[in-house]
């Protein structure tokens, strides 16, 4: 059993050290741990401070591409170095290291596939008052969004079995934090929480420069995953709204019409008229986005069929060159 910790780097010289000193050298059940870095563009020594404390594996971007390519692309060579458990953690050294063993107990005992670490949000001194009810408030969307009980959305410290690994997507460049809940829940992957630790604050998030900017991007990325996941169900209640007000305002005109005025309120059977147009218009876009999504599903399911083939002639080619 093989476990490979990743961590995306993004000029983290000066903390990358610390976050992997701080990993676990042994865990019960796993027979390999390897560390592997991706240098996301990182133009300080992040690679030369990697490199001299003895990572396994480096993915390297010579330019920028943010948390969720950088993510995706640490899953893929995991995947292709045999990563049976990835634990996705942190540079800053925001998790304790210690913890990843209880990330990787429920995946390790069959009873999970996803494994998130919930923080303790309320206890942690160095987030605003703002920041510790924005946190609830999108985990508490992402749950409705996805179905699920995880506790703390954002947290990007969880750990993925390598069946729940090659069925990741991630299709927005913000984050995968959320998208991947929505899509785990949306397709009953088998998604659990644990508590985790968190350690004192090194430097500031570089996820985003304000609070408005993190919950306005937070909120494009739960739409797009419930539209790519639940498109029907979406467009149905988008649809809904005008639909109600122009059958509402219907009603209304054949109340004035019966009692003898309609003729006055021939401007509100027009719009009325629009908004139920409008409505069922929407309703229509839905059933063709459901049909979509089937098909991606499809495509997924192929995808991950070609990954398992792709990820296994790895693996062979690497046992073959072994016995050489």
């Known amino acids: 059993m093989k476990l490979i910790i990743q961590i995306p780097c993004l000029n983290e010289a000066e903390t990358l050290e610390i976050a992997l000193n701080d990993l676990p050298k042994h865990i019960d059940g796993i027979d390999e741990i390897e560390v592997l870095i991706i240098n996301d563009g990182s133009v300080d020594n992040t690679v030369e401070v990697a490199r001299k404390w003895g990572v396994d594996h480096i993915v390297s971007f010579t330019k920028n591409k943010g948390l969720a390519k950088g993510f995706m692309a640490g ?43 919930e923080r303790p949000i309320d206890a942690t001194e160095h987030f605003s008052p703002l920041k510790k009810r924005l946190q609830h408030f ?53 998604i659990t929480s644990v508590p985790v630790r968190t350690n004192g604050e090194l430097r500031k998030s570089r996820l985003f420069h304000s609070m408005f900017g993190y919950v306005k991007r937070s909120m494009l990325t739960i739409v797009r995953a419930f539209m790519m996941y639940r498109p029907l169900t979406f467009f149905s209640i988008l649809g809904l709204i005008p639909f109600t007000l122009g059958f509402a ?44 999504a089937n098909n991606r599903k499809l495509l997924e399911d192929i995808q991950y069929r070609v990954r398992r083939l792709d990820y296994s002639e790895k693996e062979r080619e690497e046992a073959e060159n072994g016995r050489e």
Do not use: W
């Open 75 to 117: 899953i893929d060579a995991c995947l292709r170095n045999g990563a049976d458990i990835i634990v996705n953690t942190d540079a800053d050294n925001q998790y304790c290291g210690a913890d990843i063993e209880k990330l990787v107990r429920p995946i390790l005992d069959k009873k999970a596939d996803i494994v998130i670490g």
């Open 138 to 190: 999108g985990s508490y969307v992402v749950r409705v969004a996805s179905k699920t009980d995880i506790p703390d959305a954002p947290s990007g410290f969880r750990a993925f079995s390598r069946e729940a690994a090659m069925h990741l997507n991630v299709m927005n460049n913000y984050t995968y934090t959320l998208e991947t809940i929505v899509q785990a829940g949306r397709t009953n992957m088998a």
């Open 249 to 292: 305002l219907a009603v209304r005109f054949l109340i004035y019409f019966f009692a003898g005025s309609g003729l006055g309120h021939i401007q509100s059977l027009v719009f009325s008229s629009t908004l139920m147009l409008l409505g069922f218009m929407t309703f229509i876009v839905g059933l063709q986005a459901d049909v979509i």
